[in-house]
Every structure is written in C-alpha cells, then in structure tokens.
C-alpha cells in the first residue's frame, strides 16, 4: 500500500498519513473484512453470507441459525460458519452478536494469524481496546460476554487467555463498524475492519469510508461475500498530511459530538471546527424574517422566542421518535406538521430540530405518497443540509438523491433532474461508480434526462407517461422509511 503509511499523530496516537498527493474521490485502500455478523435483532432477515435483505431466507441445516438466501450463499460462507455451526450445535444456542464476532476472529486468528492480507498494516494485537477506560458497567458487560464466550467456545479447539478474549471485546467495543445492506441504506450487522482502525476522527474529515461489497448483480462467488471497505478522499489531500474520518454525524453540535465521542471513543475531540465551534450558530439560529411592511427592515427573531420554540422542538422529536417507532406514520406527520407550523419564522432553515423535522416529513410523507407536500420538505432540508455539510459529504449526497426521486414523483422533473444530477457528483466522489447507489443513481439520471427531453418537447405526452411510470414505480428507493440509515461509523451500543 504505497499511498498510505502508519504515524504517530501528535496528541492521538497511531494515525494514517498519506505519503503523496490524492484527490476527490481517490481510494487511499480497500480494507477487506476480517469478520463479521448479523445483529441478533435481523438474524431472521438478512443473509448471514452476502448480508442481503431478505423475505425468504434457508436455514442451515446443522445449526438452524444461520440463514442463507440460497445454496451459493450458503457454500460462500461455509469457511465463516464451519466452526461457528459446530459450536451453535453444541451449545444449544447461538450466543449474542459480539459474542458470535469475537468467535469469528478468533476461529481466523488460530487459522491465519493476525495479519491476512499484505494490505493490512497493524495485527490485531496492536489494536487499542480501551479497556482501561471502560466505565464499570461496561466493564461487567464485557466480563459477562467473556465469560459466556468461554462457555460458547469449543472445549477441543485452541484455547485463549481472558486477557485476550477481553482484548477482542475491547476492540470491537470501540471499533465494530457497521455493516450495512448492499444499498448501504440500512445498518444490518457489525465487522471489524483492521486499517479502518487506525484512521482517527476529525468532524471535519478529509477522507470518508463506505462499504463496498463490489457488484452484487455479477453471480460470482468471488465478490459475493467479500465485504470489504474503501476509504476515499474528499477532497485534495497533501503528501504527509493526516488521513481523518467522522465518527459522529456532522449535525449535531460541537459539545454533544464531543460528547458522544468521549462517551464510545474515548478521547476529547480537539478538531478545529469543535475548538471554533463552527456552525454552531448556524445550527441553533433564530430567523431573519421580512417585516410584514415594506419599508420595515427585516428583523430577528428575539432570543426567548427562538429559545422557547426550540425546547419545544426537543419534546415534539421525542414524540415524533415513539410514534415513529411504533410506525404510525400518520401520526409521525401530525405531530411533525404541528411542531413545523411553531418552527416557522423562528427557527432558521439551517436550525438542527426543523432539519430533523423536515426530513422526517419528507421521507414519511413521500412513503405515504403525499409528494407535492413531500418535494416541498425534502427541498428546504437540502437547502438547510446544503449550508452545513461539507460539500462532499455522503449524508448530504444521499439526501439529494431521496430529494430528487421525490420531486420526480411529484412530477417536478426539471427540479428532480437537477437534483439527481447534484446527488450523482457526490456520490461519485464518496461511494465511486461502482457501488450499487451509484448505478441506481446513474439509471435514474438517464431516466430523468429522457424525461426531461420529452416533457420540453410535449407536456402532454409526459406527464401521461409519468403517470404510467409512478403505477410500474421504477424508482422505488425507500420501501419504508428507515431510521436514517447508517450515520454513526462505528456501532453505538
Ligand atoms: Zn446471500
Ligand atoms: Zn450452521
Ligand atoms: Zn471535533
């Protein structure tokens, strides 16, 4: 690997520099999966080799655990699962998902030894686990799943020290990443990624990560269950400069960030944008509104007002959560339509709670096929995301992508054209042009291009075919609105 090296960066221990110059979009290295798994909560849902979605999955036979959505699948994953299924026989039961992992690793620990492939620049050995600054709690949990590995562990096979087994807790605790589905839209279970260990965080990071099992459409055994991770450059990165990613969603403020990463990872964040506390402004603003006369400067919301609304915004999105949860959609739209109307000029259209809430509304109300009204949220949180967000960062590229579908359904294909195309230049940067969002993305920009052809040429004639184009729905992107898809890198427990 000849475009990045091991460091000690100052104040964060090892960390990953580049050794020459890189530019948007350039893979810094592809890091196969060491192992992985299903979380317990979908083992009945997903494909415990290629981590496919599923309806209709086929047990195995031996264990009755594990799913496969076919034989290919299921002989893929055979080298994962031989020593798994035997133990799951055995002990009556499949223990829990961190559990089944720190099996999977040690299963090819005993084979392989720590370090698999030439590409990978640190054993596991070397990997920190932070034990040490483990709250108690955590640190009972960890010693129950210890001791419940041991149980769970061959009495044949070779056997571990606790310090080790606890070792690989530790590393997973802090470094399990989120596997998510082949559309990266779900998190579906938790692996760990040796390289991507080393590269520390940044909220405003140079570099972004993304799964990229290769193209699942090719029936090749090869790619199907290689998962495998990619860290790509954001933008032009300078010989000798540190390679950084966010572990934590941009969105939220400087102090919670710096909470939620002391909390799981360990460390204070001294990023700049956490010591300028950049945006942070922005993100609580009050709004500018138009004086309701003509020669009234415009003015600004007054402080309590803008105070009042957002701790009332606080309690609507814990509403908005439970009834989300519970999916009543038409609920979620009641209370967010009520808690949107407060908002209204007073809380700024880059303010964090009306974003929440409007992309809330979006996606709900596009699934409950309301779009008009739908195209509408989804265009002002673009507006908002657009103003905050780096402008490579994924998260924000998804959001134009679900934003454009929604005003081609709404019918508004100039809009949605533009906004497929915006999303597809994101994404060509974050997720590359193989990744199966950006062939959808890149279908849909042709699609939408044609239309758009058509609808200059013969208003008529297209919105006809719309019409017939919604009925046969082509662009079904979300079947259900799901919990924001994969925002946190690494695994919150
Ligand atoms: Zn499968
Ligand atoms: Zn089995
Ligand atoms: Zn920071």
């Known amino acids: 690997m000849e475009i990045v090296e091991v460091f000690d960066s100052p104040g964060k221990g090892r960390g990953l520099r580049a050794t020459k110059e890189v530019w948007a979009g350039d893979v810094l290295f ?3 999966c060491f192992a992985a798994v299903v ?3 979908l083992v009945a849902h997903v494909c415990h080799s290629c981590f496919r979605r599923q309806a209709k999955l086929q047990r195995c036979g031996q264990c009755r655990f594990a799913q496969y959505c076919d034989r290919t699948c299921q002989r893929a994953g055979w080298v994962e699962h031989k020593q798994e299924c035997a133990a799951i026989k055995s002990y009556g039961k499949a223990p829990n998902e961190n559990i089944r992992l720190a099996a999977r690793i040690m299963w090819r620990l005993n084979k392989e030894g720590g370090v698999v492939s030439d590409m990978q620049l640190t054993t596991l050995d070397d990997l920190e686990d932070h034990l040490s600054d483990m709250p108690e709690m955590d640190l009972k ?6 001791h419940n590995f041991l149980d769970f562990w061959p009495r044949t096979g070779k056997q571990h020290t606790v310090e080790s087994i606890s070792h690989i807790f530790g590393v997973i605790n802090c470094n399990g990443f989120m596997v998510s589905d082949q559309k990266g839209l779900q998190a579906v279970g938790v692996g760990l990624f040796p390289n991507l260990c080393l590269v520390n965080h940044d909220c405003w990071p140079n570099c972004t990560v993304i799964l990229n099992n290769g193209n699942h459409s090719t029936i090749n055994t090869m790619y199907h269950t290689q998962k495998r991770i990619e860290l ?5 990165i300078s010989a000798g400069e540190e390679l950084t990613v966010s572990y934590v969603d941009y969105l939220n403020l400087s102090e919670d960030r710096k909470q939620m990463l002391k909390q799981q990872y360990f460390f204070d964040c001294t990023c700049e944008h956490c010591t300028k506390k950049t945006k942070d402004d922005l993100k609580m ?3 500018v509104v138009d004086g309701v006369q003509v020669e009234l400067p415009r003015f600004k919301c007054s402080e309590e007002k803008v105070k ?3 701790e009332y915004s606080v309690e609507m999105l814990k509403k908005m959560e439970n009834a989300r949860l519970e999916a009543n959609y038409n609920e979620v739209v009641k209370i967010c339509r009520e808690c949107v109307e407060k908002q209204e000029n007073v809380l700024a259209d880059t303010h964090i709670y009306q974003l929440k809430m409007w992309s809330t509304l979006g996606e709900v109300l596009s699934y409950l096929q309301f779009f008009e009204e739908a195209a509408t949220y989804a265009r002002k949180m673009v507006d908002g995301y657009v103003k905050l967000y780096h402008p490579n960062n994924a998260q924000l590229g998804m959001t134009m992508m679900r934003a454009g579908v929604t005003h081609w359904q709404a019918g508004h294909i100039e ?3 533009g906004m497929i195309c915006k999303a597809y230049a994101v994404l060509m940067v974050t997720h590359g042009s193989t990744h199966p969002i950006t062939k959808d993305l890149e279908a849909m920009r042709n699609q939408t291009e044609m239309e758009l052809r058509m609808f200059k040429q013969n208003e008529y ?12 729905q082509p662009m079904k992107m979300m079947a259900e609105p799901v919990e924001e898809g994969v925002k946190g890198l690494f695994r919150k427990k």
């Open 39 to 41: 979380f317990d909560s």
């Open 141 to 146: 949990e960890l010693k129950v799943d210890v």
């Open 285 to 287: 603003a009050g709004a």
């Open 461 to 472: 004639v297209y919105h006809s075919m719309r019409e017939a184009a919604l009925k046969n």
């Open 232 to 236: 790509r450059a954001l933008g032009k």
């Open 308 to 310: 009042e609304v957002t």
């Open 415 to 417: 809009v949605g054209h």
């Open 30 to 32: 592809a890091d196969p």
